[in-house]
């Protein structure tokens, strides 16, 4: 896959540009004026969700995605957004305390990560997923959606598949400014199934959505 020959360069080059960008004078009293962003990790425990035909579970590959953006927003981003999960181990959290902390936070992001599978294991790429509740939620979810997914392609060469409505309860409930569910590719695709389960893929992607997050913020 092409993507898979050009991860390190663009890992590299991405540093490099992020090197010269940030300011390493930041204190912590201004880090607590910095945007709360909630990274929701799909499932947990109890529920897999999708799997690769290797047996690589979805909620083990998006909460490792969840830590590595973490650790890059600490050691790339001077900690400059203050990220939150809705969980950091391997349980089930019900939905709507998925939200309840988003809503407790007064968080300005909501990301909701999973991976997809379908039974045609041809099908591949990423979905971005809104559910609006006024125009402003419209527009702000839809531009960091889109931003995110533009980056997976034009950075990683990830089949954009759109953004959509998605009736999902952690995003009808959700009050951030933008909120959105991203469906990170196909763990039923073989490529995408290896790509997603390659620890230095799982980097790559958490960087590209702290890229866009910075982007859309205009920090
Ligand atoms: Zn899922």
Do not use: W
Request: aromatic share 10%.
């Amino acid at each position: 896959m092409i993507m898979m020959y050009t991860l390190n360069q663009m890992l590299f080059a991405l540093f490099c540009l992020f090197f010269f960008n940030i300011s390493f004078t930041q204190n912590e009293k201004d880090q607590e004026k910095n945007p709360i962003i909630v990274i929701d990790p799909g499932h947990g425990g109890k529920d897999p969700g999708a799997m690769t035909a290797q047996g690589i579970k979805e909620k083990d590959i998006v909460l490792a995605i969840a830590f590595k953006m973490i650790v890059l927003n600490d050691t790339l981003f001077e900690n400059s957004l203050r990220l939150f999960l809705t969980r950091y181990t391997d349980t089930l959290i019900a939905l709507r305390d998925r939200t309840l902390l988003a809503k407790t936070l007064k968080a300005d992001i909501f990301i909701s990560i999973h991976c997809n599978q379908a039974i045609n294991t041809t099908a591949a790429g990423t979905d971005v997923f809104i559910y609006p509740k006024s125009e402003a939620q419209a527009s702000a979810s839809t531009y960091l959606g889109l931003t995110i997914q533009k980056g997976l392609a034009d950075i990683l060469g990830v089949k954009k598949r759109g953004l959509k409505y998605g009736n999902f309860q952690v995003l009808r409930d959700n009050d951030s400014n933008a909120s959105i569910l991203l469906e990170l590719g196909f763990l039923s695709q073989s490529d995408e199934a290896i790509y997603l389960s390659n620890e230095e893929s799982q980097s790559a992607i958490a960087l590209v959505i702290l890229q866009s997050i910075i982007k859309f913020l205009g920090l």
